[in-house]
């Protein structure tokens, strides 16, 4: 009997282990991911670095479309210029929407439903949050001087300080009428 | 750790059933007094290890929509309901129920609770209002709703009591002042003040002083910035008890953390260090007298032809996902239903107890919340501490409440999470990100014009939650149909809920008060019911949205006569005397104070009777006395 395959230690190693992890993806590509994520986001490298995400994010994209729609969105956003606004096709325009949804959430988020199909993507077009830490490392916190809810906790208090540009305030009530400035 | 089928055929003083805050005290107390207590908890004991906490964490973190249920884990078994359960209609025009409660009401009764060892006393909020001496006789001075057959006077040693238990932040001084609550003299919390937030502090500036117009009594109500008792770690006060003082309770299963607040700002669903008050710290006091079994959902209460309870039956499961059980039988003096206002009537109803007044599952009530948000002038610093820290308090009293159901207006540290799924929804609107994969997308921003107008704009976020009294309505009920069964049989809550005339006008003259506040704010207001919400009615002219606040209430109602009431003063049957209804199932009304204080405080007043029951039947016996705090001998702070 035969499969018309020959079982060759490769696809044997394969077939043993479906869920290998795939190869860990080269520095350039995570710099190159990081740098269109700037132009996407608006937080400088450091940053994004700063989260701890970057590699993690590029390989959930990868894993989300696929590599050639990925280099070919690349190349879409380093010919416009890395101006996502001047992005041209669904396709681009969606995925770039996706990344930076992902970066500002921690949250993968459903694409359109005519991108999904031209994408022939294998995967439920569906959101999920990428892994608890995304949630935590989201930069929509950091936009308005926040912190995530339920993480990196700012200590006892803190949540009376004025938010940056605004004046210090007294508290309600009674101790500021004690102190004398109440109207 | 016991097992639930090894209990079987035992005996014991006491029966808890329900190991939520309500029945965690009442066992707290027994145990304290020597008692044998046996507590039986229907959901699983997974959160009470430091491990467990973090995988709820976890959970929590990767939940794409952070309601009170995310952290923690289903339970087929033992089903909880969750908001997202209830959803707009098909046709566009009302809702539909989908989860564990069937729902054929008018409206949704569109909230949660959850059952886990600890109970919804995990994913509160935390606030401890207590209610003003005029909530207990609503009917006698306002013409509306149940009075109670005890008043404020009768709870306010209970109410220090359940202070001590929680661990209560807050003020007395402005709280009599600004409200006219009445204190034991020279009575403070455990602790200082939990710190108002900026956006109270701005709110003060602005508003303090200034007035606005109720519509129905053509009276102006005086705006004041108050701050609320939290359930919540804080400075402790020295001169508490006499000036002994207070030591916080640190975190379950981790000794000496958690013993202030460091503003996680995600109280409900999950406290990360614990710094809330929940159950598991007072379980964590409980002496050896009490067992707690977990994975016991109990399906009958037991009675014997003379009508004394004799026991509970229960059901032993070991796998929450894919439920097999055992039934079993347990026995005990006295039988304590502490499973939460909804379940308690859904126990009760199912065996066929304690119901001859016909008034079990009856007058269902909540807080119905109307939120109503915009953008502040400048910049306030949303999600930053407590989910409140604050509210206008004036709304709650006077005579108003002839006209038009009273409100809380509580003030929202956590920007437009609740009224509109921010800061998620921002981030999707700037990018054009419809609910849908099937509307078409809009056009996004990018770079730093995105990180700036999303800071913009979440950073101005204000919203106001107006928590109205509702009234008791013979027909909101939990009822049962054996038609209508979970994964172990036992039958599903099924609730017919509506809002009354008073509730709705009140919900008039709020929105009405809304508008004026933006308006002396110069904010822009941004409220919207859309007509194909599930909650979405109409009234008077104009269209309005409510949420559930979780405060479950009235099921089990207490009164003075067992015609009409289903527990006497004492939360005990009318129809068993060996049998206790503990929860807020027996509050007549509710007023405008988030209920869980309220409902501590009749735990532990139930105890005492509780206590003399046992002693009746027991004696003699040698006790261990209770200390008794001494509120009485202040000290000079
Ligand atoms: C989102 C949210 C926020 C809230 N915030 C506040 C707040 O800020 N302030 C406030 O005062 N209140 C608040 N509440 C209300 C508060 O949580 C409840 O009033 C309180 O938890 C009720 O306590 P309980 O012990 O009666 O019931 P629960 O806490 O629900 O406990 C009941 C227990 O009984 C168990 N049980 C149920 N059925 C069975 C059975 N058949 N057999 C055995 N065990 C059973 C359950 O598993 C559970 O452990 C909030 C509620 C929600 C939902």
Known sequence: MTTGVPLTPTALASAAMPEAPPPALPDRDVERFVELSVALTGFDAFDLHGTGMARFYLRTVLDQIGDQPYHDFETALEQAGLDPEKLQGEVAQDLARAIAHLWYLGVWPPLSATVHAELRRQVANTGFTASPEAYVQGLVWSAFHGHPQGAKAPGFGTWAAPPPGAPELPPPGRHRRQAGDGR | MTRAREVDGHRYDVIVVGAGMAGTLVAKRLGDQGWRVLVLEAGTKTLNTWPGHLDAMNTFYSSLIKVPNAPYRANTAAPSPSVLDTLPAKDGHGYRSVGYLVQDGPL??????LRADGGTGMHWLGLTPRMLPQDFKVRTEFGYGRDWPIGYDDLQHYYCEAEREIGVAGDTAEQAEAIGLPFPEGYVFPMHEIPSSYLDRVLARELDGKSVLDRYTQQQVELQVVNTPHGRNSTPNQAYDGGRGFRPESAAGLPNYGERCVGNSSCTPICPVQAKYNPLKTQERWNRKVTLVDRAVVSRVLVADNGRITGVEYQAYDDPGTPVATTHTVEADIVVVAAHAIETARLLLASEVANSSDQVGRNLMDHPVML??????????????PGSTSGFEKFR????????APWRLVIANWGWTWAAGSPGSDVADLLGIPDSPFKPRGKAVYGNQLRERLGDRIGRQVAFQFELEQDAQPGNRVTIDPRYRDALGNCRPILNYDLSDHVKKGMRAALDVSHQIFQLLGADERTAYPSDAPSYFQY???GYTFQGAGHGCGTHVMGDHRHNSVVDQWQRSWDHANLYLVGCGSMPSIGTSNPSLTMAALALRSVEKIH?????????LVLR??????????REA
């Open chain 2, 612 to 620: 003399h029951d046992l002693m009746d039947l027991h004696r003699p």
């Open chain 2, 540 to 542: 008077d002219g104009a």
């Open chain 2, 397 to 404: 009293m006077g005579d108003s409440r002839k006209k038009h």
């Open chain 2, 372 to 385: 109503t948000w915009g953008l502040m002038p400048g910049q306030i610093g949303p999600f930053r501490g």
């Open chain 2, 108 to 113: 949704p009764y569109g909230t949660d609770y």
């Open chain 2, 625 to 634: 006395p209770t200390p008794v705090p001494g509120y009485a001998q202040p």
